[in-house]
T-cell receptor, first 113, second 117 residues
Framework: KQEVTQIPAALSVPEGENLVLNCSFTDSAIYNLQWFRQDPGKGLTSLLL?????REQTSGRLNASLDKSSGRSTLYIAASQPGDSATYLC????????????FGQGTELSVKP | DAGVIQSPRHEVTEMGQEVTLRCKPI?????LFWYRQTMMRGLELLIY????????DSGMPEDRFSAKMPNASFSTLKIQPSEPRDSAVYFC???????????????FGPGTRLTVL
């Protein structure tokens, strides 16, 4: 059974710091991995999607990496800003389960001015 | 496009009452997903539809839960009778195609916060 774990559960950093969020998954048989952002009281917004054949994806100050063989992904946020404060979730799409996403519990990020 | 629309945004009801949550997916999306989010269990997939047909309902917790998609622009999730442990945020999401064969992501609605007293 695929399980997704995110560490740490919460993180507080001063503005301007670079930071890394971690995600691990137990079964490497996946089509892709995604990072989502969730703001309080709102739905999820997809930030980056990495296909299983890719190693990383970049969007602005965000960079996500994928090491499928070791079951790990990281989300790197450069020069963090207070507006980055949110919960970040990673999710994988396992083989042979249609389009089902398996989510981690999320990392709650707080960036202090 | 208005995105995925869910109603109501908040629902407070008493144990034993019927609850109906509604979702309008993004026009042209073939897939619709219902999720539940709680502090204890995180975000869980309940059921998903492809072209209005339920494909996988293995995440539906029990017979008190049912979901329908009568047409491409509307879906409901019903709980009858409701119980306090059903309190959660329920999200609807839609996708143009199945993630397994494309790079399309899922687009989430704002959610319905359900409180069962």
């Amino acid at each position: 059974k695929q399980e997704v774990t995110q560490i740490p559960a919460a993180l507080s950093v001063p503005e301007g710091e670079n930071l890394v969020l971690n995600c691990s998954f137990t079964d490497s048989a996946i089509y892709n991995l995604q990072w989502f952002r969730q703001d309080p009281g709102k739905g999820l917004t997809s930030l980056l999607l990495i296909q299983s054949s890719q190693r990383e994806q970049t969007s602005g100050r965000l960079n996500a990496s994928l090491d499928k063989s070791s079951g790990r992904s990281t989300l790197y946020i450069a020069a963090s800003q207070p507006g980055d404060s949110a919960t970040y979730l990673c999710a994988v799409t396992p083989y042979n389960q249609g389009g089902k996403l398996i989510f981690g519990q999320g990392t709650e990020l707080s960036v202090k001015p | 496009d208005a995105g995925v629309i869910q109603s109501p945004r908040h629902e407070v009801t008493e144990m034993g009452q019927e609850v109906t949550l509604r979702c309008k997916p993004i026009s042209g999306h073939d897939y619709l997903f219902w999720y539940r989010q709680t502090m204890m269990r995180g975000l869980e997939l309940l059921i998903y539809f492809n072209n209005n047909v339920p494909i996988d309902d293995s995440g539906m917790p029990e017979d008190r839960f049912s979901a329908k998609m009568p047409n491409a622009s509307f879906s409901t999730l019903k709980i009858q009778p409701s119980e306090p442990r059903d309190s959660a945020v329920y999200f609807c999401a839609s996708s143009p195609t199945g993630l397994a064969v494309s790079t399309d992501t899922q687009y989430f609605g704002p959610g319905t916060r359900l409180t069962v007293l």
